[in-house]
């Protein structure tokens, strides 16, 4: 068991006067306080924002670990929206009066990460609602609602809650109209407003190519756990999403705009919100001298990998085309992840890098649903309330439904050759992702830091650190190919900003990402897409968080000396839960580096 952030414990004895010619009586030795003791404290100032989540967000709060949230579902509704913006404002009143009185250092700070997450939200809702026609992928959303319920980690008394939710999707029960009507509605108000900008072309189209996949894993996922009385209200429910779809590909479509680039101040805070603190020119201009450092380490390395396979080239981008030509086929990929993962711990052990958990990680193939959802690796993390030994997995998606040209555009092979396996492992699974997930739970990290606190800068920049601290054990192969996706992340951190700023264009972009980094097609054009569309700003995080925690090794080890510790450092960076940057360096400078 993890250790939380150590402080200093003070403890008042009382001393009582001793009665004239009587001897004093022995005072009594008060037990310990408990150091964690603090927790319990903020997690109960969490239950303010818990609550709206419940109430407005009812599948998402009930995924992180929420009990009793099973049969609802949000709405889409004006009402609910306001009603909403009113409880997150009631919220954070509560919260900031709290906060004038708490005197725990460490339940302060909870506090505070509460009240920013209670006005980030607030904040979102502002911009969005001034700036954007709300349009909502309506088939996805019903996925991911009941995908909460319909897995294997959960328990299996809980999964027929699936078949309310469904019907609540479907309008059936509840009280409220069918989610796509609510959609439908809502959507069409804000096309008639000219002062918001349409959803973006390239996503609807987007959502319109993956609609049947989706809607068709909806319906795999319900008959896999074979529950009763699902097939009338899902029959009904993929009527009114193929009417959605109609909907959306004849009266969305043809007004949404061809310029997907966010308003500067939305494209600001998105990158606020994914825990990067800095404006996108000075982010974009570090990026780019990382991107030439790593395109020359890779120069070095990649001679004398072309010189042991015996090729005549000795370019970076030649020698990973024909790394990745040797691609595992089938059957054979999952066990070669599985024993990737088993070198990996043990190299963390013998060198004595972080603390496992004691039990293993999970490694899946992605479902095609999945994979519309989240078209690149990734690690499904555990709940986080009230978890009852849920794990994180790591997902790799290898089936991913190809775009409107088809062919090879949704062909990877950026994930199943052996070369790769190393860095992706240690970035999705071991010492990266699950690992930090796991750690959380294990150590009992508040809520506050665990799920409000929670930034893409912290987590993928753990998860590109974690790459980086198994680079120097990996054979050469693996290390070209993991600072092939740290030049990945390098790229992300301009091209992603430049794209919204009009720097660069689309192809532009496309052409980097397939001549200079050396992605497939397909890699190529989901990348793309998700610096336009799918989520603006998030995969600057990768290189900011691992910038950053860099920086603060490195300032900690000058700080130290020689009585640094690896080990000691990294689990105490993931006793912190999710803390931004500035947080986690205030953490880790007045906790850590003194008491060492």
Known sequence: ??????????????????????????????????????????????????????????????????????????????????????????????????LASEPHPLVRQDLQILISAARDSIREMQL???????????????????????DPQV????????????????????????LTTQAIRRTREGLANPRLLPPARSKVERD????????????????????????????ILARQLAEYETFVRNEVLPKARTDFRLPPELYAFSLEEVGVDIAPEPLAAMAHQAFRDIQQQMAALAPGIARARGQETSDYREVIRALKKEQLVGDAILPHYRKRLEEIEAIVR?????????????????????????????????????????????????NVPAGSGGGDAGRFDDFTFEAASWTLTA???????????????????????????FNSTNV????????????????????????????????????DPELHLGRVTPDEARRVLREDVGLSAAMTESEV?????????????????????????????????????????????????????ALLKDAVLARFTPVR
Request: charge should be neutral; aromatic fraction near 8%.
């Open 208 to 235: 319109l190519s993956n609609d049947a996949v989706v809607v068709t894993g909806i319906e795999k996922m319900l008959a896999e756990y074979k529950l009763e009385g699902w097939r009338e209200p899902y029959a």
């Open 350 to 398: 013998r060198e004595k890098l972080v603390t496992l958990p004691d039990r293993a990680a999970r490694i899946r193939i992605a479902t095609d649903a999945e994979a519309a959802q989240t078209p690149a690796p990734n690690m499904r993390p555990p709940r986080l309330l009230g978890n009852t030994g849920e794990i994180g997995e790591f997902v790799l998606p290898l």
């Open 529 to 581: 897409e998700r610096y336009m569309f799918r989520s603006p700003a998030q995969a600057t995080s990768y290189f900011y968080g691992y910038t950053r925690l860099q920086e603060l090794r490195s300032q900690v080890e000058r700080a130290m000396g020689g009585r640094f510790n690896a080990l000691e450092f990294h689990d105490f960076i993931l006793a912190q839960g999710l803390l931004p940057p």
């Open 128 to 150: 969005s609602d001034a700036r954007l026609v709300p349009y909502v992928d309506v088939p996805m959303r019903v996925y991911q609602g009941l995908r909460s319920l319909l």
């Open 1 to 98: 068991m993890m250790r939380t952030a150590s402080f200093s414990l003070i403890l008042l004895l009382a001393a009582t006067a001793p009665g004239r010619g009587q001897a004093p009586a022995p005072t009594p030795t008060p037990a310990p306080a408990d150091p964690r003791a603090w927790i319990a404290e903020s997690n109960r100032q969490a239950q303010v924002l818990l609550d709206v989540d419940a109430r407005f967000s009812p599948e998402g709060a009930g995924e992180a670990g929420m009990s009793g949230l099973d049969r609802e579902i949000s709405s889409l509704t004006p009402e609910s929206r306001k009603a909403q913006r009113q409880a997150l404002e009631a919220a954070l009143a509560t919260l900031e009066t709290r």
């Open 460 to 495: 993928e920049g753990w998860g590109l650190y974690a790459e980086w601290m198994m680079l120097p054990y990996m054979p050469a192969e693996g290390q070209l190919i993991s600072l092939q996706f740290r030049l990945l992340r390098a790229a992300r951190a301009f091209l």
């Open 155 to 178: 328990a299996a008394g809980r999964r027929s809650a699936a078949v309310d939710r469904l019907r609540k999707y479907a309008g059936l029960d509840g009280g409220l109209d069918p």
């Open 427 to 453: 970035h999705e699974a071991r010492p990266g992702h699950e690992m930090q997930f796991a750690k959380m739970i294990e150590a009992g990290v508040s809520i506050p830091r665990a799920v409000f606190a």
